[in-house]
């Protein structure tokens, strides 16, 4: 067999593996999905009413707000997933599983592969659940099947770019307790950006940098896709920054790894 078919044969492998550690530890999922789904809760149902009604002419209340807020929840949950990921590397890292690996006949790059894979796969799952859960509470998107095949593909993309910083993230990390905090920031850009309030209503000091952080044009391209808005120079924006950020963590990730071996 080729070099590529060993790397594919064992990439495979590795994902198999990662699948595995999702089913044996359902609690990660579980905690993955409950606090995004906690959060549309407590911004629809609690702030809701109050922050839609500050939307624009003629506000909107709840039932606009939720329609608002989803694709920043969504944000976040990929977020959230990508910070399991961190932990998972930092964990696979420190119990010494990655230096077995290095001794074994396998192809190097398969064991972040694996990762990132398992990861991008797990996001999707998570996803799937919290989308749902915000139909239930009144999510109502106008996309049609060919805008929510795209809000799927750019989806993946972001989700893969985030997971690859995870993993460079995961790798310079002294123990899991610190790759469990180096992601949050991921977390918490969305609420620095447009994804709970318009940028136009924050300070200008504020507004400059919401407007200009990655996650922004992200949010944005998804409300424009799931609700037909004009996305405007947001959807370059976004995908430039998906570029950056998986070139990024993967250049980073490499460069850890191959120092450690």
């Not at 610190?178 to 318009?198: D, E, H, K």
Request: proline residues 5%.
């Amino acid at each position: 067999m080729s070099t590529q078919t060993y790397a594919l044969r064992d990439s495979a492998t590795m994902l198999r593996r990662n699948l595995k550690h999702v089913q044996r530890y359902p609690s990660m999922t579980v905690l993955l999905v409950g606090m995004p789904v906690i959060f549309l809760l407590l911004f629809v149902y609690v702030f809701g009413g109050t922050l839609g009604n500050g939307l624009g002419p003629g506000g909107g209340g709840r039932a606009a707000y939720v329609n608002y807020v989803t694709p920043a929840i969504i944000l976040m949950t990929i977020a959230s997933t990508v910070q399991g990921t961190a932990i998972s590397v930092a964990t696979d890292l420190t119990e010494g599983i990655i230096a077995r690996f290095r001794t074994m006949a396998i192809a190097r790059v398969s064991v972040l592969t694996g990762h990132v894979l398992g990861s991008v796969i797990q996001a999707m799952f998570t996803l799937a659940i919290v989308i749902g859960v915000a139909l239930l509470v009144g999510f109502r998107p106008t996309a049609g099947f060919g805008e929510w095949l795209a809000t799927a593909g750019f989806l993946v993309l972001v989700t893969f770019a985030l997971v690859w910083l995870a993993v460079a993230l995961g790798q310079v990390s002294k123990s899991v307790e610190t790759a469990s905090n180096l992601p949050m920031p991921l977390i918490l850009l969305p609420f620095l950006g447009s994804g709970f309030v318009p940028t136009d209503s924050m300070p200008a000091g504020l507004r400059w940098f919401a407007q200009y952080q990655p996650f922004t044009p992200i949010i944005e391209t998804m409300r424009g896709l799931l609700f037909g808005t004009p996305i405007g120079d947001n959807a370059y924006l976004a995908l430039g920054w998906c570029v950056v950020i998986a070139l990024g963590g993967y250049l980073w990730s490499k460069k850890m790894f191959n120092r450690s071996a």
